[in-house]
């Protein structure tokens, strides 16, 4: 049987443990297996590789991923997918593995209902926005960046007095700012799940400050409509504090995966291939509790997502 493998959207660490485990996993099985280089694109432009054991030697501990990936708007249209289709033919594929986001396996998902190609996604994202898994691959690992950062920022905070509104990623998706923020003990999160008033946020650092506090974090999701500098403008207007932004961008996307990210990576890539050889016509692998997790891709794109609004709360207790 031959497999074929892409990575697609925005990268994570751990995608390349995920890749190595997939190409393992075959070649242990007997299978053939073909990586896709440029996600989508490359599955359209016939970027096609035979992969064997040496090709993922020594990376289950780098960032990245070594098939690179892409955003494809034309692989979204019928034209591209029929093209990509034709591609994954004339290479003998008989079954093709995408690790990514919620667009990679949405674009999945359409491949398998136009086509019937078994289509099968792993959830490689920094942003834990897919409500079937319990954990996306790189999520934990742009926690922990994250909650390096606030170490530093804490630092130079507490020197100058100040308040810093630590902006981090996440897209509409707010588990990295909650992670990060319970983690980091952050004065107050801020998520797109969950609106909040400027005023509350001031009387909390007020608060803070009369009571002799040196500094204040502030976690924000990207995906929290009002402007980081607005809302920075607008505090230290109201208790005269001098507040600063941080936008950590893509320091977030990169970095060696964690254990828990590596180990999330090789479980399920290794079930994927299992479910492959066990004739099951598409899926999407993920992890809830400790437990490794199937579902047809319809219906896992299908689940809502429930977020930990509880944390902000434990925060505010533990201040
Ligand atoms: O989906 C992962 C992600 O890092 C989001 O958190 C972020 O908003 C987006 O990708 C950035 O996309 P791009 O890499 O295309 O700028």
Partial sequence: MRVGILT?????PGM??????????????GME??????GYEGLINDEFEPMKTSSVADIIHRGGTILQTARSTDFMADEGMMKGYENLRMHGIEALVVIGGDGTLTGGEKLHRMTRMPVFGLPGTIDN???YTDFTIGFDTAVNTVLSAIGNIRDTSSSHGRTTIIEVMGRHCGDIALHAGLAGGAETILIPERGFEVEDIAKKLLAGKERG?????IIKAEGVEMDSNVLAKQLADMIDC????VVLGYIQRGGSPTARDRILASRTGVRCVELIREGVSNAAIGIKGDTIVDYPLAVALA?????HLDYQRICDILL
């Fill in 8 to 12: 697609s959207g925005g990268d994570s």
């Fill in 16 to 29: 390349n443990a995920c890749i190595r485990a997939v190409v393992r996993g075959c070649l242990y099985y």
């Fill in 33 to 38: 297996v073909y990586g896709i280089h440029q």
């Fill in 129 to 131: 926005d897919l409500a």
């Fill in 213 to 217: 506090k040196l500094h204040s974090i």
């Fill in 242 to 245: 001098e507040t600063k932004v």
């Fill in 303 to 307: 689940m809502e997502k429930n977020t």
